[in-house]
Nanobody, 119 residues
Framework: QVQFVESGGGLVQPGGSLRLSCAAS????????MSWYRQAPGKGRELVAA????????TYADSMKGRFTISRDNAKNTVYLQMNSLKPEDTAVYYC????????????WGQGTQVTVSS
């Protein structure tokens, strides 16, 4: 069964950095693009970034360009999100899933990891 386990969130001050990790299982990880999504309080889930199956291509939502970097390690079935210059509006629960665009191919979601940006 498809599973995603996100980790690495926490409380950080504006301008700070965090690195999120997502361990995936239940499918052939190296054959799928992978994505990060986030859901802020009272808002819908939005696509943050995506990376191709072998990592050669990436895409970002406009507000994340230049601040966030998505990467992956196919040997570890893990996708990462390096977040720099964090802003209060980045506060959300962050999730990963497969695919290049929304909606993802798998209907299951992990528990997510909470990121709170506050002074």
């Amino acid at each position: 069964q498809v599973q995603f386990v996100e980790s690495g969130g926490g409380l950080v001050q504006p301008g700070g950095s965090l690195r999120l990790s997502c361990a995936a299982s239940g499918f052939i990880f190296s054959t799928y693009a992978m994505s990060w999504y986030r859901q802020a309080p009272g808002k819908g889930r939005e696509l943050v970034a995506a990376i191709s199956s072998v990592g050669g291509g990436t895409t970002y939502a406009d507000s994340m360009k230049g601040r966030f970097t998505i990467s992956r390690d196919n040997a570890k079935n893990t996708v990462y999100l390096q977040m720099n210059s964090l802003k209060p509006e980045d506060t959300a629960v962050y999730y990963c899933n497969a695919g290049w665009r929304s909606p993802p191919p798998f209907g299951s979601w992990g528990q997510g990891t909470q990121v709170t940006v506050s002074s």
